[in-house]
Every structure is written in C-alpha cells, then in structure tokens.
C-alpha cells in the first residue's frame, strides 16, 4: 500500500521560501512519477509541479522559476523548495504518486487514479 506523508509546511511572510518534503512508504519504481499540487480555499485543486523517476521536470506557470521539485529515488523523498512566496501561493499543498506521468498531470481531475498524502497548509501573509 502506497503511503505519502507531508511535511515542512507554516506561515511565512511575503518573499519567504519554504521547502516542503513528501516521504513515501509502499513505493515502487511502478510509482515513480510523483507531483506536488495545491488547493486554495474555495478554489479546484491544481498541479504545482511533476518529476518523474528520471528527474525530468514540469511546472504551472504560476510557479514556474520560483519553485523547484527534486526527488531522491533511493530514500523515496520528495521536495518542493519555493522562493519568493506571494499571497497567491497560500493553500493546502498535497503530494502525489501515479504510475504513469501523463496520469500525474491529470490527477486532479481523476483523483482516485493514483495516491495523495493528507496535505499540508502554507500560508504566506503580506
């Protein structure tokens, strides 16, 4: 059974950064691509970033060089290290795994097709 626990989330002010970490447990390389997506308060959950098993990156455009997704396969730990924190940025931020990296790009719109951690709240004050 694949498990994700987050971690590394608080409140930081405007122009903070903050690293977030992602353990998983259960994980294989069958589940190797693995994401970070968030949900703002009354609002859909989105993707964030993706990597996959290779380190191959991609992210949304509101994130994109501000934040930074890494993995160390061996430990089975992901990061999300984010940069100049806005406002914007404030949401629960959840982790997740799917077997195929087309399917993490997609996942929040076909939840149950892969694994999330239980999530944890960033917010950045002004």
């Known amino acids: 059974q694949v498990q994700l626990v987050e971690s590394g989330g608080g409140l930081v002010h405007t122009g903070d950064s903050l690293t977030l970490s992602c353990a998983c447990s259960?994980?294989?390389?069958?589940?190797?691509?693995r994401g970070w997506f968030r949900q703002a308060p009354g609002k859909e959950r989105e993707l964030v970033g993706a990597?996959?098993?290779?380190?191959?990156?991609l992210y949304a455009d509101s994130v994109k060089d501000r934040f930074v997704i890494s993995r160390d396969n061996n430990n089975n730990t992901l990061w999300l290290q984010m940069n100049s924190l806005k406002p914007g940025d404030t949401a629960i931020y959840f982790c997740?795994?799917?077997?195929?990296?087309?399917?993490?790009?997609?996942?929040?719109?076909?939840?149950?097709?892969?694994?999330w951690g239980q999530g944890t709240q960033v917010t950045v004050s002004s």
């Open positions: 997740a795994a799917h077997a195929q990296f087309d399917g993490l790009l997609n996942l929040a719109t076909n939840p149950r097709s892969g694994y």
């Open positions: 259960g994980c294989s390389f069958s589940y190797a691509p």
């Open positions: 990597i996959d098993w290779n380190s191959r990156t």
